[in-house]
């Protein structure tokens, strides 16, 4: 489930570490922008409902105005339509964006999380949500209202453009905005973010949407200094060294649960690296391709050579439990959550919070979400690359269910087969035999050798102008 408003995308605080990675000098000047009819920000629409905020005011619209043409030289996207500017106070965004956060989104996401052990029970989770929106966000775009939101603050940095300290918060944000504005009205990003998709499709989705755009935000900074952004994506070292700088911040976000900061962190952090390994491959052409083929799961996303040799997750069904409902269980939710959100679950109990190793095998999965008489329930099952790996995730899941309390432990399983692992959370004792039964036959079938990866990619050749 995604974590976060439905439809607007959003950029959090920490992408100025991002910047502030690969700042150059305040005193270093721009280069020039190449010769090109700019794109017009949008005049002041008539006040609604659905506003937040204000138009720019002269001096920040004359900044905008430069900064749109120079973010469209760095990411080679040309807008077919002006793009509309607001800036608002902090809490006119939480407002509008808590706004977006669907009611049935929330409680499955706690219904979900909760069963895993990943969230407590008691956590208001739509409060937490808002409450990390008012301190993390800088800015959002919204494709279904086509306009571009900046908070107040940060917008104030635009007047500051030539000044010494010059700051670049602002103005990165609002880069990596435009980002968005182009993807909608050229790589259909609107009807893309429409289509329905489980947990690990909506994660690799949104990675390529944000690493593109944290990507672009890093080339712009970089093309301040004349650095060319290739220098960076063509070393390994450097995009290390500059996804290690963007490290989480804010006291409500350090403080929140590890898979809520995973899911809100990920699509920037794994998304930047997807990116940048696609750029290294054939610039934004690579990237503009993968908008149109976007990653199926985040394996691809944390493995970008898997993206680019086809290789793809392995499809799951969980058969009826007859015997889990007779005793009074109902079926929720069901759903795949994908490696990122497993590395998570397997790394409970250790400090890190996720464990990246053991998930790194994972080939395929599938969650069903029960409501029980007094309690929720889960019935896991993942397949794994092969044997070796699968013993290692039975591990993790052993050491995981450690966490739990002696009288929790006791409606837990962790049985492997071959390649194939289930995980049972929740399920009483006396009914863990029938569900076993149900599984068996499909987990003998999954416990043989994964089939081979099928053609690579062909390599991307560039978007139209």
């Known amino acids: ?27 270093t000047p721009s280069p020039s922008v190449p010769e090109a009819a700019p794109t017009p920000v949008a005049p002041e629409a008539a006040a609604s409902d659905d506003t937040v905020g204000r138009a720019p005011n002269s001096v920040e619209r004359s900044a905008v105005q430069r900064l749109i043409d120079e973010t469209v030289a760095t990411r080679h996207l040309e807008p077919t339509r002006p793009i509309t ?44 949500l808002k409450d990390l929106l008012a301190e993390q966000v800088v800015g959002f775009y919204d494709p279904e209202r086509d306009d571009l939101v900046i908070r107040d603050d940060a917008a104030r940095g635009l007047t500051r453009i030539g000044l010494s300290p010059e700051p670049l918060e602002g103005r990165a944000a609002l880069a990596h905005e435009i980002v968005h504005a182009l993807q909608d009205q050229r790589l259909g990003l609107g009807e893309a973010m429409h289509l329905d998709r489980d947990t ?13 755009a944290t990507l672009a935000m890093v080339g712009w900074l970089l093309a301040r200094a004349g650095q060319p952004l290739e220098d960076l994506t063509q070393d390994p070292g450097r995009m290390r060294g500059l996804r290690q700088m963007a490290a989480p911040s804010g006291e409500r976000l350090l403080a929140a649960p590890r898979i809520v900061q995973v899911s809100l962190l990920a699509p920037y952090l794994e998304g930047l690296n997807f ?68 590395g998570v679950y397997l790394g409970l109990g250790q400090e890190s919070g996720v464990d990246e190793a ?53 409606s837990e399983r962790v049985l492997r087969i071959g390649r194939a692992l289930m995980i049972l959370r929740g399920v009483p004792a006396e009914q863990q035999a029938g569900v076993v039964a149900a599984l068996e036959g499909i987990m003998r079938q999954r416990s043989r050798p994964a089939a081979p990866a099928p053609t690579p990619r062909p390599p991307a050749t560039p978007s139209p102008r």
């Open 1 to 27: 489930m995604r974590l976060g408003p439905s439809a607007a995308l959003v950029t959090l605080f920490f992408v100025a570490a991002c910047g502030g990675a690969q700042t150059p000098a305040s005193t």
């Open 85 to 128: 500017i607001r800036v608002a106070r902090a809490q006119q965004i939480a407002t509008r964006l808590a706004g977006q956060i669907e009611p049935e989104d929330v409680e499955h996401a706690r219904a979900e999380y909760t069963a895993l052990g990943l969230l407590p029970p008691q956590l208001d989770l739509r409060t937490l």
């Open 200 to 212: 690990d499709a909506e994660d690799a989705l949104h990675s390529l949407v944000e690493g593109d």
């Open 275 to 342: 990116c940048a390994v696609l750029h290294a491959r054939g610039g934004f052409a690579a990237i503009d391709a993968a908008h149109a083929h976007p990653p199926r799961s985040m394996e691809q996303v944390l493995h970008p050579q898997k993206y680019l040799a086809g290789e793809e997750p392995e499809t799951i069904a969980l058969p009826p439990l007859p015997s889990l409902e007779a005793a009074g269980f109902h079926p929720l939710l069901d759903d795949t959550l994908g490696e990122l959100e497993m």
């Open 358 to 410: 053991a998930a790194a095998g994972w080939g395929g999965d599938r969650l069903r979400i029960y409501q029980g008489p007094r309690e929720l329930a889960a019935v896991w099952l993942s397949t794994w690359d092969d044997e070796d790996e699968a013993r290692g995730a039975e591990q993790a899941a052993r050491r995981a269910q450690g966490t739990s309390s002696v009288e929790e432990q006791d």
